[in-house]
């Protein structure tokens, strides 16, 4: 039985999927019904009716919150049973649990843990989420039938870049590069620049570098326990690495929430955002065409990967330096679940 | 593993479907295999021959019984070995297991106890089976991914109907009527009456109630270990009820036999009788096509349950009053099955 | 967990399969990656690279070796890592096993036992594979979804053949012809001589018999541990059974290379001689379309075989005399697994 993090906000859906029926999800392996209230806001509940453990998310929406399609059992949006069929008191038994719900960035929270524990103010940061001058394309979503560890520590790996994508993103002159790595309780962030380098004739297409070279900054910051961003910089060489002067160059910011489905899969939600094209669909549909391709091309090693941890029981057998960053962020998981246990 | 009412007669399938090649069906966990005898009759024997444990259904049917498709070994219908190839005496441990067989009502019946107590006045009763001025729907089967139990604990259950079957037969009036529960030894019926209410349009159609009003009832009969007989009556109000009455009524039977495939499979046969529109083959067509689209509507509550089940290994958190008649029934199989052992 | 006899050359793939990419297939329950080393030779290596464990079959061919497709670490035919992404030195547990490879009759064979031991003169002999007057059909195979035991005994077994191939190649006269057993401690044959009958219309088309009568031979050979040969003669009746008469007849040698691949599941190499109608290309599309068929029908039954055999956890409830020949070949088979450990 895999262990999960449980105090902290997991994405569950995008708030769009909800409509006027319930959907249910598995996360951590505690499987959910998420629905709309009457009131607008959104109720997350364990998806199983007390009484003969038939998922609610058969069942229908009501007005006092969902009632199971089997019996007509009601439950509110605390998972208290208010109805119950053929009798005028509710058995103590029928009730459910009720998990603390937020809404943020199109995105639709659910807090896994000791519910006394959930605070909004703990919800994830995604830089420049409606910022003037910065486009997004979000909604994104695949399911990846591995382990979330795998693809935790995929993401903080810039090394795998030029093998795994190299018929899509991959640069083969970038694989050698050293990454430094830095951390705080809650983050850590591998990065490397390449200095003094020439744009691509793509980045010059996208801004005039006035004929000068530019310096190239790679993060990958992954936020305990589930948010992983890439932040690709192109800025004019020589000018400080200040955030205000990184912003005066092109970024793309790569956001992943990487959500254990059960301890073999994992809800993969996507959201990108760039400082440029601003407005230009036709860009945008083209990098989210290319961005899933990258995303399968990682399902593909990672469900590869998980087939021989699980026959020979181990993650790895031997170590390289470019396992530093990844390590971290493992160990850092390793430790909110052993603080919790 | 699961356990098994074993000492009963269990419908195994229709007779009109075994031609001149033998038939593989599992039953209680059992493979057996069925195929007509040169005089008739019908054998049922274990499937699997002893020799390299091949399916005896994969054979040919021989003057003497079944042959082997793999080394042309021939068993007869008592499961005796009568020729092994090149040689001339048969090994002892070359036979299998018999089952004693009957057949009624279309049906091919397995005894899958202790032979000795076969005996075919334990077949199970359908009434008005072949009554003048009555018409039956038959022949019906489905295969239900889900443990038995579930099955009965569903069609003795008169609760779920407003609720499953909301887009078929449901009735959202009827949902909070209380039921009444009597049993014997080998039954138990839960009913209900709903007292001078108003012919349905669709009832008054079919018979003419002289405007008044009519008694409904509802029977839900379970006979152990595996019939199901729903039977519901609309009759002009104010008669005793009496089962001639009754007939004066419109009644449907509708008979359902569950039985174990394996712990989570059961076969699912069924038959239908009427005593209006006798004759009516379009009638006849069209509540086979209900039937069958309400019968698919409690498997899927029931592979939900099923999972859900197997997820936590228990079958319910919380009971509730509608729970007394499918509770006597499982009470009763359990009592079979103890008393077996 | 299935034991294998692993001090043996066993066929993986024919040499034809193998172009610019790698391949992956498991032998004996393990991983290998064979593929094409730049001086021609093949290389087999266990398929999991040591850092994350993904398949390295999933990689690409450099001028060293094999690439992993994750971060691109490089191994040679020895399994040696000979370049480690972002790195100078290459850790020590960053190499790979690495297996004899021999390639003989179109096939590649991997040693998947004690390296040290690994010797072409113990890789199977195929008699007349090159002779003239002989007519070949090969690069035949099959993935059969049981354990290679079922098919050894299949193979060694002429009682079947009326039964199971009623509708191919099946002789109801030949079914009970006893057969003569002989073995060395390399390998087991069965056979049967019917002596003076009748040339078959088939026969006669090919060969003129003179009008005289013929004598038939079956030999079903196994050699340890995975070929199996069945040649099958038709000769002028009054001859010796020497080597020299048996090839004035006609004379079928049919190959079958029994490779394990996991405990239930088996690769199914066959080649198939003749020294008749050579040159007769359409002869051999039929011959290869039968052949195709018949090795079909066994699977079928080795599939149930397998089902009832995980069910029962035995491989046979009865014996009989038809069991020597199949049996001696999985005694031996046991022997050589238990003098390896």
Redesign the interface.
Known sequence: MTKFARNHWYAALWARELGDAPIGRRLLDE?LVLFRKKDGGIAALTD?C??????LS??VLVDRGI???????EFDASGRCVH????DSI?P??QVRSFPVAQRYGLVWVWMGNAALADPALLPVIEHYDSPGWERIDGGYQHHPSNYLNIV?NLM?P??T???HRLTIGNPQA?????KTERTDGHIVAYKWLLNSQPSPMDKQIMDFQGGSVDRGQFFYYHVPSMSRVDIVTMPAGLEHTEENMNRGLRNNSYKFVVPETGSSTHFFWLHLRNYKVGDQEWSDKMRNNLEKTFLEDR??EM??QR??QE?G?????????DRAPGMALRMIDKLIQAES
Chains 1, 2, 3 share one sequence.
């Open positions: 499987p199983r007390p009484h003969r453990l038939v998922p058969m069942g009632r199971c399609g089997y019996h007509g059992l119950a069929p053929s009798q058995p038994a029928a520590e790996d090394a795998h030029t093998f795994v694989s050698n590069e050293p990454v593909e090693i590869a990967m021989s941890q020979l181990v993650r790895q057998l031997a170590g390289l330096q470019i």
